[in-house]
């Protein structure tokens, strides 16, 4: 993987299941270095790139050649930044390869007996190299493609100046990723919403697989049980742009003078956009991680409208701090509706509304699902993948890719 993708924790899963041969990756921090790299701010991150539960012996990284690549990166204004995705995602899958390609060439290995498990823009040259050769190859398609790019598209459209205008993402970086679905063996994704995407964009159902992402929740305990205030608390944490439904959340909320709204994260919509928002919605603004704790315990409930998201992790994140959650069915399996929170249509700010005013209405049973979402979180922990990794590889194309209602801007002015 380029990057830590999830913390590395297929790495991990893997490794604890004893089916872990190798781990690439482009940087590893090595003790000695790990200062170095930490004091300048354009590698500060590649510093992070560790993790103690992954052994030393079990990585190849070349971390240096890294290091300089995003020196370069950075003082490179001139080429597109998708091109430097794909450029950096070639590099990585012939260094990859080309280790794969010594190993089985050693006597005595058999290639049947070996997997490969990459992630897309990273991928190509491994799988075009491993093509053929009895290596079973999966390929893991973070997000639903470029079927998200093309709703957040219509969104844009159907409320024009809420979002500054983005450029286009390049042809070239989504046939990249098509070439990658339909060189591997299977193609693995987080949720039943990006299952669809990708079958809307011409991945045969038969090689995709479902798994969702892992969260061990560390131990906390909440300083009170929800609903207990004279007013609701309703939290949502995360990047407040249109993919993830912050409009129709403003609306809902215009709707529920009731009810108070905490937006935690980075607001990426009109500052005009803001100040036109109902008094009972507070905007914190990026909060710093060891705050994010805070936020949770002081909301009764966590709502998650996005539009379109691969998994979104902080659904469980919410639940292990036993929120019950308000979400759309566009992203991962998490929330059973009545169970744990509520499922609501994407781009209904008046279900939406209608769920958090029941709510808030039923105390007792918001406290029973509260009870019910922290069983939940336990339930997605690291050492669940491997089950649900080769239980879903026994049976590929067997995700239930029933109809899932695609958003539309319903509540577009």
């Keep these: 993987m380029l990057g830590g993708r999830e913390h590395y924790a297929v790495a991990r899963a893997l490794l604890q299941s004893d089916q872990l041969w190798r781990m690439y990756t482009d940087a590893w921090r090595p003790a000695i270095i790990g200062g170095l790299m930490g004091s300048f701010n354009k590698t500060r991150r590649l510093a992070m790139r560790h993790h103690p539960d992954v052994p030393r012996r079990y990585v190849r990284a070349r971390t240096w050649q890294a290091v300089a690549r995003r020196m370069r990166w950075n003082l490179d204004t001139q080429t597109n930044r998708y091109d430097k995705f794909l450029e950096e995602g070639d590099r990585f899958a012939s260094f990859v390869s080309r280790d794969m390609l010594r190993h089985l060439a050693r006597p005595g ?30 390929i893991d398609q973070i997000d639903p493609s470029k079927l998200e790019e093309d709703l957040v598209d219509q969104e ?18 989504w046939d990249h990723s098509r070439q990658e679905w339909e060189l591997a063996d299977v193609v693995l994704v987080n949720s039943l919403w990006s299952a669809q995407a990708l079958t809307q964009q011409g991945v045969p159902a038969e090689k995709i697989i479902e798994v969702p992402l892992v969260y061990n929740p560390p131990p906390r305990q909440r300083p009170q049980p929800v609903g207990q205030r004279d007013r609701l608390r309703v939290l949502f944490l995360g990047q407040v742009n249109l993919r993830k439904g912050a409009h129709y959340l403003m609306q809902a909320a215009q709707r529920l ?153 319903s509540n577009a002015p």
């Design 156 to 173: 844009r459209a159907a409320y024009p100046g809420w979002e500054p205008a983005a450029a286009p993402v390049p042809d070239r970086y």
């Design 257 to 409: 003078p009731g009810i108070d709204f905490q937006v935690v994260g980075p607001v990426l919509i009109d500052p005009a956009r803001v100040k036109e928002a109902s008094p009972n919605m507070t905007f914190a603004g990026p909060t710093p991680r060891g705050r994010v704790t805070e936020a949770y315990f002081d909301a009764d409930v966590f709502v998650l409208p996005t539009l379109s998201d691969g998994f979104a992790l902080t659904q469980l994140e919410a639940m292990a701090h036993a929120l019950p959650v308000v979400a759309t069915p566009n992203c991962g399996r998490v929330v059973e509706d009545g169970v744990n929170g509520r499922i609501v249509a994407a781009g209904d700010a008046e279900s939406l509304a209608a769920a958090l005013d029941a709510l808030d209405a039923d105390r007792a049973g918001l406290r029973a699902m509260s009870q019910a979402a922290l069983e939940t979180s336990g339930r997605f922990g690291i050492d669940g993948w491997n089950d649900w990794f080769f239980d879903a590889l026994e049976n590929p194309g067997s995700a239930d890719l029933s109809q899932l209602e695609s958003p539309t801007p």
């Design 109 to 138: 290995v058999d290639p049947s007996q070996l997997g490969y498990f990459g992630y897309t823009t990273g991928a190509r040259h491994t799988l075009e190299a491993l093509r053929g050769s009895g290596v079973l190859t999966v």
